[in-house]
Structures are given as structure tokens and as C-alpha cells.
């Protein structure tokens, strides 16, 4: 399809968070490179345009402006300190933002065909059907997450009488068919976030009347997710990941640029080193940081392990011992694919898991909040390639508040990381066959390559229009 002719242009508004914009420039990545008339402008604050910038982001976008950068102003709190108060941040990204992306639309000298907006970005769908322009709304978690609050309606009243662990094994399923991974005790915590649920169900009212969904998964991962939200919604969907930051296009292995980084993973074993991650926004309690790496120290396994706050990382290589590595950054793909690399302790950011799918790593699920506690049950129930660790929290009395304690992690990584060990060996020989589907996916013929290429036909040939 390629052309030295442009003749479509798609303005995409990712939510203003890491998360979300990675994956967000990942799609236009995959759009540019699917359809050769194509240019993407993507709406970033300026604070996260120099952050992109100072990342060496722009350097990696398609050449000739096929996908570049704009940028509206700081309207919305900074990125650093977010998680401080993210109740606070997603109220404010409500408010203000939408208007600011609103008059640079107006500005534009050409009038986008689209606008791929992030779901969680409630005014995106009215934005774009005040201008008669369609939104294409890009869902960057797990389906099975968008089906559960797709259905929020039906989630069945919050019963303060029921224990945590009565809840715990009550699935969402008895209301929400196709959400057994989804525990009632899920339900009540989501909810005990009143000011972030009421801005999520805006956004999932306004979702309907969006002209499509994009998803960042791919079929052959959700496929009974997928199955009921094609069935049930009034619009096409197209999975079109893994949407992964600097995935090979062709799906192939990533490298690692760092000396010191490939230098370390090289001397080890292979598959003996566990990753270490906990994502870069929200913050674990302290005190389950020192109960992480109590428990690396007393199993002696090898790890690999990203501190992103510098202040602890020193605490933490101290406690940890000498059997690993703690560094501040690491290109995650690059060193999840590494041969030396056999689990993944996580939080379970659906960016992480999408990864350790692509590389084919077994995980220790340890989710902080939001998302990742349906995906860490995804990841242990369904897809059963790792152990959800949250099942066994508990109360710390100096007001550290709930974690899992060393023990637990450091039977589970002792046993993770073991060839021998039977449960392991299942776990790894599943995330290997997830691994394939996932590589399969993105090449010529694959699920969300078919998807990919349907949707930038219909792009073209107004499909997607109002009607």
C-alpha cells in the first residue's frame, strides 16, 4: 500500500501517563507501517514532550513525518509526583485537558479523517463527533478488564457483611458472564475508588458511541474476552497488538543496548535470572520493598532488578545481597527476551505482561492497584503461566500496609526458578506456547495483522464514518 502520496490524516490523543502513551505511539507505529498514506499526529502535553524527547523517542518514529509529535499546554498536573494523587490527576486530566486538545483540533490547517483517543479520555468520543470527525477509541489494558467495566452496571452491590476471603473466591461471573477471572473482592475494592469509578463509567458510557475499538492484546491471548465484546458492542473491534514499545516489526527478538546490562546477563546461566518490576507510576509501600528483597537475599536466586527511585535502590542492593543486579532503567524488552532470563516478578501492568508474553517468561504476579489485580488472576487462573502472590497478603502492624510477606515470595521464586520443579516446567512450557501465538500474531497472515490491514481499509474507504 505504499504511496509517496498522503492522502489520511489521524490525530491519536493518548492518556497523558507512561503507560498509555507507549502503547498509544506503538499502534501509530503499527498504523504508519500498514498503511503508506498514512500520518499520525500525536497530542502530548509539552512536560511529556520533552520527557519523549530527552528518551529519544522521536528518533524511532517513522521517517518523513509519517508519525510525529504535538503538543498542547501543561493544563494537568505534572507527571512527577503523580501517583501521589491519582484520584486528583484523573479529575484533572477530565476537566482540563479535553479543551486543550479541543482548540488545537480547531487549529489544525487539515481536518483529521479520525482521532484515535485513549477509552479512559471521557470527552474524546464527544469531542470528535461535535466536529463530525470519528473516534476510534484505543483500549490499552487487558479485554478482559474492558468487558468487566463494559458491564459495571451489572457488578452486583458492595456487601460490607462479607468477609475479604468469602468475596475472594466469589467470581463476577454469576453476573457478568465471561469474567470468572474477576473475584468479588475485586469488585469491592474497585469500588471503594469512588471518584476514579465515576470518571471510568463516563468514559464507558461514552465508549458506545465511539465507531470502533482498538486494542492493544491480541486474539489468540483473550479470545473468549474478545468473542463477547465483538458479539455484544454496537461497532467493529480490531485487536491489533502485542503494542509493545520497540517491538521488532516483524516480531522477532529485541536486543539490549546497554554494555553493562548485556554484559551481566550474559555471564549467568540460562534461564536463571528473575526480572524484577514494578512499573513506573504507582509505588509499592516500603515496607514490601524490603520484604522483596529480604526474600531474593534468603533464595539465593539470581535477579535482575529495576528500582526506578534512586533513594532506595542503594537499600535495596544492600538488603538484596550480591546475587544480582539493581539498576535504575532497562530497555525491559530487551532483557526479558535475554536467554539468561526465566521469570518475571511483576506488577502486572498489562505493558509488562503484553512483554513477558512476547519474550515467553513465566511471572510472579504482585499487583499494586487498579487493572493489575484482574490481570495478575488472568495470569494465574487463565493463562496459568505464573502464581498470583496477592492471594497471600497480609496486614503489616506498623502501618506499612498489606503485603506479601518474604516467605511466601521466596518460596514462590525459589520454585519459579527451578528446572526441576513440575509446576515450573508447565508454567514455562504454556508461556512458550503463548509466546508463539504472540509472534504469529504480528506477522503476515496473522490475527492482528489481518486486523491491523482491516482497519486501515476501512479507514480508507469511509467505513468508519457517521452514518
Known amino acids: 500500500m505504499a504511496s509517496t502520496a498522503v492522502s489520511r490524516h489521524v490525530v491519536a490523543v493518548p ?43 522521536p528518533a524511532t518514529l517513522p521517517p518523513a513525518g509519517r508519525v510525529r509529535l504535538a503538543t498542547i499546554p501543561n493544563v494537568i498536573p505534572s507527571e512527577h509526583g503523580r501517583g501521589a494523587d491519582p484520584a486528583g ?39 470528535g463527533a461535535a466536529r463530525g470527525i470519528p473516534v476510534c477509541s484505543l483500549w490499552t489494558m487487558a479485554a478482559t478488564f474492558f468487558w468487566a467495566l463494559y458491564n459495571i452496571h451489572l457488578w452486583p452491590p458492595v456487601d460490607d457483611r462479607e468477609g475479604e476471603q468469602d468475596l475472594s473466591r466469589k467470581s463476577l461471573e454469576q453476573y457478568v458472564p465471561g469474567c470468572s477471572s474477576v473475584r468479588l473482592s475485586d469488585v469491592k475494592i474497585f469500588r471503594s475508588w469512588e471518584r476514579s469509578m465515576k470518571l471510568t463509567t463516563e468514559a464507558f458510557v461514552n465508549v458506545r458511541k465511539a465507531q470502533c475499538v482498538l486494542f492493544t492484546s491480541f486474539y489468540e491471548l483473550e479470545p473468549c474476552a474478545m468473542d463477547r465484546i465483538t458479539q455484544a458492542v454496537p461497532f467493529p473491534v480490531y485487536p491489533v497488538g502485542p503494542s509493545i514499545s520497540d517491538m521488532p516489526l516483524d516480531g522477532g527478538a529485541s536486543k ?41 537475599r534468603d533464595s539465593a536466586v539470581r535477579f535482575f532488578w529495576v528500582a526506578r527511585d534512586s533513594a532506595s535502590a542503594g537499600d535495596l542492593r544492600r538488603i538484596a545481597g550480591g546475587n544480582g543486579l539493581v539498576v535504575p532503567w532497562c ?88 528446572p526441576d520443579d513440575g509446576e515450573s516446567r508447565e508454567m514455562r512450557r504454556r508461556a ?36
Not at 103 to 118: C, G, H, Y
Not at 271 to 283: I, K
Not at 339 to 350: E, I, K, P, Q, T
Open 89 to 127: 490527576f484523573f479529575e484533572a486530566v477530565d476537566a482540563k485537558m479535553g479543551v486543550a486538545v479541543e482548540q488545537l483540533l480547531d487549529r489544525l490547517e487539515r481536518r483529521p479523517d479520525a482521532i484515535v483517543a485513549d477509552t479512559y479520555l471521557a470527552w474524546g468520543v464527544p469531542a
Open 331 to 418: 530497555d525491559q524488552l530487551g532483557v526479558l527476551c535475554h536467554r539468561s532470563v526465566g521469570g518475571f516478578l511483576s506488577h502486572c501492568g498489562w505493558n509488562s505482561l503484553l512483554e513477558a508474553v512476547f519474550a515467553g517468561v513465566p511471572l510472579l504476579a504482585l499487583p499494586v492497584v487498579w487493572d493489575q489485580v484482574v490481570d495478575a488472576r488472568v495470569v494465574a487462573d487463565e493463562w496459568r503461566i505464573g502464581v498470583n502472590l496477592s492471594e497471600q497478603r497480609r496486614e503489616e502492624d506498623d502501618g506499612g500496609g498489606v503485603v506479601v510477606g518474604r516467605d511466601a515470595i521466596r518460596a514462590a521464586a525459589a520454585r519459579l526458578m527451578d
Open 256 to 296: 539490549i543496548d546497554d554494555e553493562e546490562h548485556r554484559a551481566w546477563l550474559d555471564a549467568q546461566p540460562e534461564r536463571s535470572v528473575l526480572y524484577v518490576s514494578f512499573g513506573s507510576v504507582v509505588s509499592m509501600w516500603p515496607s514490601q520493598l524490603e520484604e522483596v528483597a529480604v526474600a531474593l
Open 432 to 467: 512458550a506456547l503463548l509466546r508463539e501465538a504472540c509472534r504469529g500474531a504480528v506477522q503476515d497472515g496473522g490475527s492482528s495483522r489481518r486486523s491491523l490491514n482491516g482497519f486501515v481499509k476501512d479507514l480508507a474507504d469511509g467505513r468508519l464514518n457517521f452514518q
Open 15 to 57: 492518556y497523558p501517563g507512561r503507560g498509555h502513551i507507549n502503547p498509544m505511539l506503538a499502534a501509530c507505529r503499527l498504523l504508519a507501517a500498514a498503511d503508506g498514506e498514512l500520518t499520525v499526529t500525536v497530542v502530548v502535553t509539552e512536560e511529556w514532550h520533552g520527557l519523549l524527547a530527552s528518551a529519544g523517542v
